[in-house]
């Protein structure tokens, strides 16, 4: 299995910035993509930003222009850097990884979830 591990959330003022990261551990052979994800309360659980290993970057329409998502490929960890908060960006934050643990019976496809890190924007 492949543990996700996220930190860097908290209360923040509307405006302000964040910076999430996400280690992955385990017997991972491969991380394809990795990602954020977030889900506000009564609300479904909505893409951010997805990167893959060689750096292709995807955002959220709503996120863009104001989010950057980057990967230390050595580390196996993501990074989502939030600038200019708004209310609207408050909810949990998830990070998916996805890619292939080496087992004994050869390699295995994962799709992995961090516990989620909360995110509060309020003045």
């Known amino acids: 299995q492949v543990q996700l591990v996220e930190s860097g959330g908290g209360p923040v003022q509307p405006g302000g910035s964040l910076r999430l990261p996400c280690a992955a551990s385990?017997?991972?052979?491969?991380?394809?993509?990795m990602g954020w994800y977030r889900q506000a309360p009564g609300k479904q659980r909505e893409l951010v930003a997805t990167i893959t290993n060689g750096g292709s970057t995807y955002y959220a329409d709503s996120v863009k222009g104001r989010f950057t998502i980057s990967r230390d490929n050595a580390k196996n960890t993501v990074y989502l850097q939030m600038n200019s908060l708004k209310p609207e960006d408050t909810a949990v934050y998830y990070c998916?990884?996805?890619?292939?643990?080496?087992?004994?019976?050869?390699?295995?496809?994962?799709?992995?979830w961090g516990q989620g890190t909360q995110v509060t924007v309020s003045s």
């Open positions: 385990g017997s991972i052979f491969r991380l394809n993509s």
């Open positions: 998916n990884a996805r890619g292939f643990i080496l087992r004994t019976t050869g390699l295995q496809q994962f799709d992995d």
